[in-house]
T-cell receptor, first 117, second 112 residues
Framework: EAGVTQFPSHSVIEKGQTVTLRCDPI?????LYWYRRVMGKEIKFLLH????????ESGMPNNRFLAERTGGTYSTLKVQPAELEDSGVYFC???????????????FGPGTRLTVL | GNSVTQMEGPVTLSEEAFLTINCTYT??????LFWYVQYPGEGLQLLLK?????DKGSNKGFEATYRKETTSFHLEKGSVQVSDSAVYFC???????????FGSGTKLNVKP
């Protein structure tokens, strides 16, 4: 079974440019999450999709960030325009629906390292 | 609010040394607790978890016990290997609240 994949693995852009990150969850996983780790600090939640619907977007920092999951499969996270403080590692995770508390693990992708110059 | 605090790194040990990485949490109710590991160049992998008080999670020689009285979930390993060099993240998740709350990560360097 293929794991969560993310593209690109690394992106370097200039302040003011636009960048789009992509996440492909594990096939069949309805739940998809975005997180980011900035400057070696804690990994923070950004948002959660259930299929194509945004279940919780309380962690999105501002309106420069737009996440989509059309069709309930892969997801994109667009940053427009990018600022210096957006630099960090963006992680995607997925999880199937249902299941008991003891089995509901999120499976993480390798992350996209974003550098804004 | 919900938060996780873990010891700052880096932690540098010699091979076969005993490892402890401290993790304490703040949360209402009964969260599930996790340790994730990120090896160089790879993504986060679940290392172990515990879903209720006094549960012990274990995997690959690592152990952590869910201590509600001290709100802790310290990671231990009796004898580390060079291959254990990685960044370790402690995390909590409240049931029915899907998002994880992570600590800042602790980098472990194991020297031969």
């Amino acid at each position: 079974e293929a794991g969560v994949t993310q593209f690109p693995s690394h992106s370097v852009i200039e302040k003011g440019q636009t960048v789009t990150l992509r996440c492909d969850p594990i096939s069949g996983h309805d739940n998809l999450y975005w997180y980011r780790r900035v400057m070696g600090k804690e990994i923070k939640f950004l948002l959660h999709f259930v299929k194509e619907s945004k279940q919780d977007e309380s962690g999105m920092p501002n309106n420069r960030f737009l996440a989509e999951r059309t069709g309930g499969t892969y997801s994109t996270l667009k940053v427009q325009p990018a600022e210096l403080e957006d630099s960090g590692v963006y992680f995607c995770a997925s999880r199937p629906s249902g299941g008991a508390k003891s089995t509901d693990t999120q499976y993480f992708g390798p992350g996209t390292r974003l550098t804004v110059l | 609010g919900n938060s996780v605090t873990q010891m700052e790194g880096p932690v540098t040990l010699s091979e076969e040394a005993f490892l402890t990485i401290n993790c304490t949490y703040t949360a209402t109710g009964y969260p599930s607790l996790f340790w994730y590991v990120q090896y160089p160049g790879e993504g986060l992998q679940l290392l172990l978890k515990a879903t209720k008080a006094d549960d012990k999670g274990s995997n690959k020689g690592f152990e952590a016990t869910y201590r509600k009285e001290t709100t802790s979930f310290h990671l231990e390993k009796g004898s580390v290997q060079v291959s254990d060099s990685a960044v370790y993240f402690c995390a909590l998740r409240k049931y029915n609240f899907n998002k994880f709350y992570f600590g800042s990560g602790t980098k472990l360097n194991v020297k031969p």
